[in-house]
C-alpha cells in the first residue's frame, strides 16, 4: 500500500512538471512567432555594393594616401540617394509611457480643471448672491418707508398732510 502511495504522489508531482513545461513551451512557442513576424530590414544589398566601391575606390589610391581616399569614399556616399519619409502627425495621445499620460491627465489636470471651474462658478453666484441680497435690503426699507408715509397719511393732521404733500411735489421730479 505505501508503495502504491509513493508511485502516485511521484506520478501527481511528474504530472506537474510536464504540465509545467507544456505551459513553458507554449510560451516560447508564442514569443517565437512574434520575432517571426516582426523581420529585420535587409541591408546586406546597400552593404555590399558600398563594399564594392570601397574596394574600387582603394584599388585606385596609393595606399599611403588616406585623406583622398577618405574624401573619395565621402563623395561615392554623399552621391547615393538617401530616402527622406517626411511625417506631419498630430498626436492627441502618446505613443509610449501611456501610463503616466493618463495619470497626469486623470490624476491632475481634470481634477485641478474640474475645481477651476467650479471655484469660478461659486465666486460668480456669491456675486449674485450680494447683489439679490442687496436689492432684498433696499426693497424691505422702500416698503417700510411707504407704510410710514401711509400711516402719516392717515393719522396725520391736515398741516401734516399739506406739509407732505408738498414734499412729495418737490422730490418727485428728482
Not at 56 to 76: A, H, P
Not at 79 to 108: A, D, M
Not at 143 to 150: F, I, P, T
Amino acid at each position: 500500500m505505501k508503495e502504491i502511495d509513493e508511485l502516485n504522489q511521484r506520478m501527481d508531482s511528474n504530472d506537474e512538471i510536464v504540465d509545467s513545461l507544456v505551459k513553458k513551451n507554449t510560451e516560447m512557442e508564442k514569443h517565437v512567432t512574434k520575432i517571426t513576424d516582426n523581420p529585420a530590414p535587409d541591408y546586406s544589398i546597400a552593404i555590399n555594393t558600398i563594399l564594392t566601391e570601397v574596394r574600387e575606390i582603394k584599388q585606385n589610391i596609393k595606399q599611403n594616401d588616406e585623406l583622398t581616399l577618405l574624401k573619395q569614399i565621402y563623395e561615392k556616399l554623399s552621391k547615393v540617394p538617401t530616402s527622406i519619409n517626411k511625417q506631419i502627425r498630430i498626436l492627441l495621445f502618446p505613443e509610449t509611457n501611456q501610463g503616466q499620460y493618463y495619470k497626469i491627465v486623470f490624476g491632475r489636470l481634470i481634477p485641478w480643471g474640474i475645481c477651476l471651474v467650479v471655484i469660478t462658478y461659486l465666486y460668480s453666484l456669491g456675486g449674485k448672491a450680494i447683489d439679490a441680497y442687496n436689492a432684498h435690503q433696499k426693497y424691505i426699507q422702500a416698503s417700510h418707508y411707504q407704510r410710514a408715509w401711509n400711516y402719516l397719511r392717515q393719522m396725520g393732521l391736515k398741516k401734516t398732510q399739506i406739509a407732505m404733500d408738498t414734499a412729495y411735489s418737490k422730490t418727485r421730479d428728482k
